[in-house]
């Protein structure tokens, strides 16, 4: 089934432990996005890349990193969690050569970090 | 700075009609998007306007104002299947997406 796929689907962290993300998509699109979502909150961007090999910041990057080694995936790290990055984090893919720029969204990773 | 203002809640009766409205301050234009996001799950795309005007999509309508910086989802003939958060965001001059809180509407029989 074409689309995009996180894991884990839920974690529990002990603060300080390292942790990375994963997404992959198979729908060949140019962009990729990391977001984070918590209650009372939009979405907020942490880190997005455009095309494979580029990386860019978005509103929230502190804490995380992200490699686009290949056009498909798109980890996304946590070098030493905090309690504060508890929160369902959310990778989206886009073809941005589309007019709509729509995004297609993977089903969210639950992280907690105590 | 950049933001996306929409109610925080709203109820309506199954069978019956709802706007969500939305404004935005965005630095520059690219459009405004509409995304649908059941408890628990991802947001998925309804709706983009990028000219002014109202484009229809089956009992989803949305409006579009650039002038006044407002937009708003118009849903027919509501089903309890509708009972979700409605995402509204705006595209910047960067094309980078920024997002309202959301609209959680809740359906009732």
């Known amino acids: 089934i074409a689309g995009i796929t996180q894991a884990p689907t839920s974690q529990i962290l002990a603060a300080g432990r390292r942790m990375t993300l994963r997404c992959t998509q198979d729908m060949r699109h140019n962009a990729m996005y990391w977001y984070r979502q918590d209650l009372g909150l939009g979405l907020r961007l942490i880190h997005y890349?455009?095309?494979?090999?580029?990386?860019g910041k978005g509103e929230v990057p502190d804490g995380y990193s992200v490699s686009r080694a290949n056009t498909d995936d798109f980890p996304l790290t946590l070098a030493s969690a905090v309690p504060s990055q508890t929160s369902v984090y959310f990778c989206?893919?886009?073809?941005?050569?589309?007019?709509?720029?729509?995004?297609?969204f993977g089903e969210g990773s639950r992280l907690t970090v105590l | 700075g950049q933001n996306i203002d929409q109610p925080t809640e709203m109820t309506a009766t199954e069978g019956a009609i709802v706007q969500i409205n939305c404004t935005y301050q965005t630095s520059g234009f690219n459009g405004l998007f509409w995304y649908q996001q059941h408890a628990g799950e991802a947001p998925t795309f309804l709706s983009y306007n990028v000219l002014d005007g109202l484009e229809e999509k089956g009992r989803f309508s949305s409006f579009l104002s650039r002038s006044k910086g407002y937009s708003y989802l118009l849903l027919k003939e509501l089903q309890m299947k509708d009972s979700a958060s409605y995402l509204c965001?705006?595209?910047?001059?960067?094309?980078?997406?920024?997002w309202g809180a959301g609209t959680k509407l809740i359906i009732k029989p």
């Open positions: 890349s455009n095309t494979a090999g580029t990386t």
């Open positions: 965001a705006g595209m910047d001059s960067n094309y980078q997406l920024i």
């Open positions: 989206a893919s886009s073809d941005s050569t589309q007019n709509t720029g729509e995004l297609f």
